[in-house]
């Protein structure tokens, strides 16, 4: 093995329900605007040719349950409420049944965006990095294995900041679900195990701020919690 001149940051990796090992976590890739009523409340039109994808850094992750600051250069910190899909074999060019059979498990997440940033470099057609991949950026709960869940049908995805519910929706509401969303990104990335999709938000985003706590869950999954503190 060839030595390095210093140590990386390495990705956390997501325990899952029934395992001793946890799950390794590879890329993250995000669905844009998968919910109509969040699109509306975002003023922009669905895109219903096909899906678009953003990214986010797997060592920007952070499990259920942290404590993080408040981030920099925003005023408009968001939460975003995501179902998350775990790819447990690999797949390129898929069809609807080897999307189905690759998924491994499914679990809650979150999508932390700064959106003034985000609205700022998409009115200038600029891509959206500085909005959507920051530090603690992600947040995911235990994973829980298809065998043991399902699939998404009409599952309630909902969140709530300090106790009051801000996101009320079902799986029912995804313009582009879990086998077309695979079977679309397999034609663009051979994707193998360890990456992870995050499907979309519900309409009801908003702002959170230093004292706040984020608690999000879809039905029969793990919840996933976050803690903002003060800037540092």
């Given at each position: 093995?060839?030595?390095?001149?210093?140590q990386?940051?390495?990705?956390?990796?997501?325990?899952v329900?029934?395992?001793?090992?946890?799950y390794?976590?590879g890329r993250?890739?995000?669905?844009?605007?998968?919910?109509?009523?969040?699109?509306?409340e975002?003023?922009?039109?669905?895109?219903?040719?096909?899906?678009?994808?953003?990214?986010?850094?797997?060592v920007?992750?952070?499990?259920?349950?942290?404590?993080?600051?408040?981030?920099?250069?925003?005023?408009?910190?968001?939460y975003?409420?995501?179902?998350?899909?775990?790819?447990?074999?690999p797949?390129?060019?898929a069809?609807?049944?080897?999307?189905r059979?690759?998924?491994?498990?499914?679990?809650?997440?979150?999508?932390?965006?700064?959106?003034?940033?985000?609205?700022?470099?998409?009115?200038?057609?600029?891509p959206?990095?500085l909005?959507?991949?920051?530090?603690?950026?992600?947040?995911?709960?235990?994973?829980?294995r298809?065998?043991?869940?399902?699939?998404?049908?009409t599952?309630?995805i909902?969140?709530a900041?300090?106790g009051?519910?801000?996101?009320?929706a079902t799986?029912a509401?995804?313009?582009?679900?879990?086998?077309?969303?695979?079977?679309?990104?397999?034609?663009?990335?051979?994707?193998?195990?360890?990456?992870?999709?995050?499907?979309?938000?519900?309409?009801?985003?908003?702002?959170?701020?230093?004292?706040?706590?984020?608690?999000?869950?879809?039905?029969?999954?793990?919840?996933?919690?976050?803690a903002?503190?003060?800037?540092?």
């Amino acid at each position: 093995m060839t030595e390095t001149l210093f140590q990386l940051p390495q990705p956390p990796a997501i325990p899952v329900l029934g395992e001793a090992a946890a799950y390794p976590l590879g890329r993250i890739f995000c669905v844009g605007r998968n919910y109509a009523a969040h699109a509306a409340e975002m003023g922009v039109e669905v895109d219903r040719e096909a899906p678009f994808y953003f990214t986010k850094s797997a060592v920007n992750a952070v499990l259920a349950g942290a404590t993080v600051p408040y981030p920099p250069g925003t005023v408009n910190f968001h939460y975003e409420m995501e179902l998350a899909v775990a790819l447990g074999a690999p797949l390129f060019q898929a069809t609807a049944e080897q999307a189905r059979t690759a998924v491994y498990a499914y679990g809650c997440a979150l999508d932390m965006t700064r959106r003034d940033l985000q609205i700022r470099e998409r009115k200038k057609q600029r891509p959206w990095d500085l909005g959507k991949d920051l530090e603690n950026g992600a947040v995911f709960a235990a994973l829980t294995r298809t065998a043991d869940w399902g699939v998404p049908r009409t599952q309630r995805i909902h969140l709530a900041v300090n106790g009051e519910v801000k996101q009320d929706a079902t799986l029912a509401e995804l313009i582009w679900s879990v086998e077309e969303i695979l079977c679309h990104l397999s034609g663009f990335y051979h994707l193998r195990p360890g990456d992870v999709i995050l499907t979309g938000t519900p309409a009801g985003v908003g702002p959170v701020i230093a004292g706040d706590r984020i608690r999000g869950q879809v039905d029969g999954l793990e919840p996933v919690m976050l803690a903002l503190t003060a800037p540092e």
